[in-house]
């Protein structure tokens, strides 16, 4: 039976939210799993509700990794790119996101705003649509990372293009529903933009991914590109990226 994690609805998440950034992170108390917020929920039915041991263990894991990336000592660009990457990969093998649960914005605010406020306060600062569920969430947007631009267990190079995408390039692939819910189709764009980037630049890759990613989603709509073979696919996306 699978884990049923904690929800905190969008209301209840922006008071929490508010409460914290008013008083300041010095006044956080840390994580308490078990002395959570009331305005917490589980599903009713189909599975059971996530014990205080895993959640102790997670915010473990995430102070862990964001600590190996500067937290609490520095927030320089490379730093923060870094832990994103790292985390993208972490969080798409985590069993505790494996299941339907993880597709909810509920959960995620959870995450954000009760287990690691601090996390993101140091990733984001106020910003508050970085503490709500949806994909500008801080942990949220780097699990769809992960889940799209995995190249597979088998791969030598499996997190690459975590790593080499510029935050633009990620945010065009997971914040289009067309793109970004689709591996095969998401994968195949962050590849296509990897070798424009060898003839083009980095520093011209901006403006060439939007004209691409237009192009990508009108073609998309006339025919699905994720079913085409690879080789096909990669040629239409080398013309997009004018390659």
Same mark, same amino acid.
């Given at each position: 039976?699978?884990?049923?994690?904690?929800?905190?609805?969008?209301?209840?998440?922006?008071?929490?939210?508010?409460?914290? /950034?008013?008083?300041?992170?010095?006044?956080?108390?840390?994580?308490?799993? =078990?002395?959570?917020? !009331?305005?917490? @929920? %589980?599903? +009713?039915?189909?599975?059971?509700?996530?014990?205080?041991?895993?959640?102790?263990?997670?915010?473990?894991?995430?102070?862990?990794?964001?600590?190996?990336?500067?937290?609490?000592?520095?927030?320089?660009?490379?730093?923060?790119?870094?832990?994103?990457?790292?985390?993208?990969?972490?969080?798409?093998?985590?069993?505790?996101?494996?299941?339907?649960?993880? /597709?909810?914005?509920?959960?995620?605010?959870?995450?954000?705003?009760?287990? =690691?406020?601090?996390? !993101?306060?140091? @990733? %984001?600062? +106020?910003?508050?649509?970085?503490?709500?569920?949806?994909?500008?969430?801080?942990?949220?947007?780097?699990?769809?990372?992960?889940?799209?631009?995995?190249?597979?267990?088998?791969?030598?190079?499996?997190?690459?293009?975590?790593?080499?995408?510029?935050?633009?390039?990620?945010?065009?692939?997971?914040?289009?529903?067309?793109?970004?819910?689709?591996?095969? /189709?998401?994968?195949?764009?962050?590849?296509?933009?990897?070798?424009?980037?060898?003839?083009?630049?980095?520093?011209?890759?901006?403006?060439?991914?939007?004209?691409?990613?237009?192009?990508?989603?009108?073609?998309?709509?006339?025919?699905?590109?994720?079913?085409?073979?690879?080789?096909?696919?990669?040629?239409?996306?080398?013309?997009?990226?004018?390659?």
């Amino acid at each position: 039976m699978s884990l049923l994690l904690p929800r905190l609805p969008g209301p209840a998440c922006e008071s929490v939210i508010r409460d914290f /950034l008013e008083h300041g992170l010095e006044r956080w108390r840390g994580f308490d799993p =078990a002395n959570l917020p !009331v305005s917490v @929920r %589980f599903a +009713a039915t189909g599975g059971t509700p996530v014990g205080t041991s895993e959640l102790e263990e997670l915010r473990a894991d995430l102070e862990e990794l964001a600590r190996a990336h500067g937290f609490g000592v520095t927030n320089d660009r490379n730093s923060l790119a870094a832990f994103d990457a790292k985390v993208a990969a972490w969080l798409a093998q985590a069993e505790l996101f494996s299941t339907g649960e993880a /597709l909810r914005d509920d959960v995620w605010s959870f995450v954000s705003a009760v287990v =690691a406020p601090d996390i !993101v306060h140091w @990733r %984001f600062g +106020a910003a508050i649509e970085r503490y709500i569920g949806g994909v500008r969430n801080t942990f949220q947007r780097l699990w769809m990372r992960g889940r799209a631009l995995d190249r597979g267990p088998d791969h030598p190079e499996r997190w690459k293009l975590l790593t080499k995408l510029t935050e633009d390039a990620l945010v065009q692939i997971t914040e289009r529903p067309s793109i970004g819910s689709d591996p095969v /189709l998401a994968r195949a764009v962050g590849e296509a933009w990897i070798r424009a980037s060898e003839i083009h630049g980095k520093s011209a890759m901006e403006s060439i991914m939007r004209r691409a990613i237009l192009g990508i989603r009108i073609r998309n709509e006339v025919r699905s590109l994720a079913d085409l073979r690879p080789d096909n696919l990669a040629d239409i996306l080398n013309q997009m990226f004018e390659i």
